[in-house]
């Protein structure tokens, strides 16, 4: 590596989020100063932010398998409550099997 072909760290100051520091930056994503407490702080608040978005995924997730986002729809272009279609769903459904037990 020739010299002047240094990588530029010329990023503005700026202020930790987390002790309020001013400090440089070595990134432009850095947000927090070289202190090793603040980059655990922020290391821990994005790991319980993650875990927060896994668990709401997780609950998607299971909505979205049990098809209760489908039967919403359903029941909201059907102008029904969710719990009016389920019941319309549940005596169609017993109608259709007391039918079959008649033949
Ligand atoms: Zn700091």
């Known amino acids: 590596m020739r010299a002047g072909q240094k990588r ?7 202020s930790c989020m987390i002790c309020g520091n001013t400090f440089k930056p070595t ?4 947000k ?3 202190s090793p407490g603040c980059k655990d702080i ?6 319980k932010e ?3 978005y896994a668990k709401v995924q997780k609950q998607i997730e299971i909505v979205k ?10 029941a909201k272009r059907s102008n029904m409550t969710y ?6 769903e549940w005596l169609m459904q017993n109608d259709h099997r007391n039918a079959q037990n008649e033949l």
């Open 8 to 14: 530029k760290c010329n990023f503005s100051e700026k």
């Open 27 to 30: 990134s432009p994503r850095q």
């Open 65 to 74: 398998n049990k098809g209760l986002l489908a039967d919403a729809k359903e």
């Open 50 to 52: 993650r875990a927060y």
């Open 83 to 88: 719990g009016q279609y389920k019941a319309m």
């Open 42 to 47: 922020l290391r821990r608040k994005y790991e």
């Open 32 to 34: 927090v100063c070289a």
